[in-house]
């Protein structure tokens, strides 16, 4: 690595950790903070406690990330330490804003409206999640090889429905890691599932009696379409930075109104005869 690309990466490298340890101290300071003056609800302090437990892990798997890209003449990053640093992100966030919407309402409110719970849709915004979740994780596989700048056609990949060389490397799993065109190809078919799976959902639930639950799916499908576009666009510009970013966050944005969705259909809200 020559001086120059070292400093194009410093600044990324040093402000991402410094901006953990900022989430971590705003975290002990919230805590304990609560703690001291009990004013942490009743039930809610193992959970606090899990978010900052959850946050060193989190913080150790990064090193253990970044210790990858400094073994013999690697510059780069395992892709799948990549992928489960990313996967534990993405579930810390999940825990807060399930915790937030949780805490948003009186747990006596909670109780009442479980009973209403909608089980159909209930079943449809789990497979949402895991969906999802498996999604994310190839897109941290992508970007931990770089295989969004290649094949930037679509909806085929090299003229082909599958990239050439899919299993060239050997033994076979090794490619679902550092094949470029593998990984990009499986990116591709779960998104494909994922947009088909939200139309599902989207569709039985305008079934519910709840204006509520409506609006939610509607959301998780634009949001959806909207991820599923900002991808297409990315891929096929080779991945520029800005679209990249634009498409991780909308990854964020999905994968919060998804969990939104899932706790509608949990805790429906209550609605008025009138509707």
């Given at each position: 690595?020559?001086l120059?690309?070292?400093?194009?990466?410093?600044?990324?490298?040093?402000?991402?950790?410094?901006?953990?340890?900022?989430?971590?101290?705003?975290?002990?300071?919230?805590?304990?903070?609560?703690?001291?003056?009990?004013?942490?609800?009743?039930?809610?302090?193992?959970?606090?406690?899990?978010?900052g437990?959850l946050?060193?892990?989190?913080?150790?798997?990064?090193?253990?990330?970044?210790?990858?890209?400094?073994?013999?003449?690697?510059?780069?990053?395992?892709s799948?330490?990549?992928?489960?640093?990313?996967?534990?992100?993405?579930?810390?966030?999940?825990?807060?804003?399930?915790?937030?919407?949780?805490?948003?309402?009186?747990?006596?409110?909670?109780?009442?409206?479980r009973?209403?719970?909608?089980?159909?849709?209930?079943?449809?915004?789990?497979?949402?999640?895991?969906?999802?979740?498996?999604?994310?994780?190839?897109?941290?596989?992508?970007?931990?090889?770089?295989?969004?700048?290649?094949?930037?056609?679509?909806?085929?990949?090299?003229?082909?429905?599958?990239?050439?060389?899919?299993?060239?490397?050997?033994?076979a799993?090794?490619?679902?890691?550092?094949?470029?065109?593998?990984?990009?190809?499986?990116h591709?078919?779960v998104?494909?599932?994922?947009?088909?799976?939200?139309?599902v959902?989207?569709?039985?639930?305008?079934?519910?009696?709840?204006?509520?639950?409506?609006r939610?799916f509607?959301?998780?499908?634009?949001?959806?379409?909207?991820?599923?576009?900002?991808?297409?666009?990315?891929?096929?510009?080779?991945s520029?930075?800005?679209?990249?970013?634009?498409?991780?966050?909308?990854?964020?944005?999905?994968?919060?109104?998804?969990?939104?969705?899932?706790?509608q259909?949990?805790?429906?809200?209550a609605?008025?005869v009138?509707?």
């Amino acid at each position: 690595m020559t001086l120059s690309e070292f400093k194009a990466i410093y600044w990324w490298e040093w402000g991402h950790r410094q901006l953990g340890r900022f989430v971590g101290l705003v975290w002990a300071l919230g805590f304990f903070g609560f703690l001291l003056t009990r004013r942490i609800p009743a039930g809610w302090t193992p959970r606090l406690l899990g978010l900052g437990v959850l946050g060193g892990l989190q913080g150790a798997i990064g090193w253990w990330m970044v210790s990858s890209g400094l073994e013999g003449t690697m510059l780069a990053v395992a892709s799948y330490r990549l992928a489960i640093h990313l996967g534990l992100a993405f579930l810390i966030l999940g825990l807060i804003a399930w915790y937030r919407m949780r805490l948003k309402r009186p747990e006596r409110e909670l109780m009442q409206a479980r009973r209403g719970r909608e089980q159909l849709m209930q079943g449809w915004a789990v497979a949402l999640i895991g969906v999802a979740f498996v999604q994310i994780l190839l897109g941290a596989l992508v970007a931990g090889i770089d295989a969004g700048r290649n094949y930037t056609d679509w909806p085929l990949m090299a003229g082909a429905f599958t990239p050439p060389g899919m299993w060239d490397i050997t033994p076979a799993w090794r490619n679902l890691f550092e094949n470029d065109g593998t990984v990009q190809f499986f990116h591709r078919l779960v998104a494909y599932g994922l947009f088909v799976l939200a139309l599902v959902t989207w569709f039985l639930s305008r079934r519910s009696a709840l204006a509520a639950t409506r609006r939610s799916f509607d959301w998780v499908a634009v949001g959806v379409f909207g991820q599923a576009v900002i991808g297409i666009v990315t891929v096929m510009h080779s991945s520029p930075l800005h679209i990249a970013l634009v498409h991780q966050l909308g990854a964020v944005i999905v994968w919060v109104l998804i969990l939104r969705a899932r706790f509608q259909t949990l805790y429906p809200s209550a609605q008025s005869v009138r509707g």
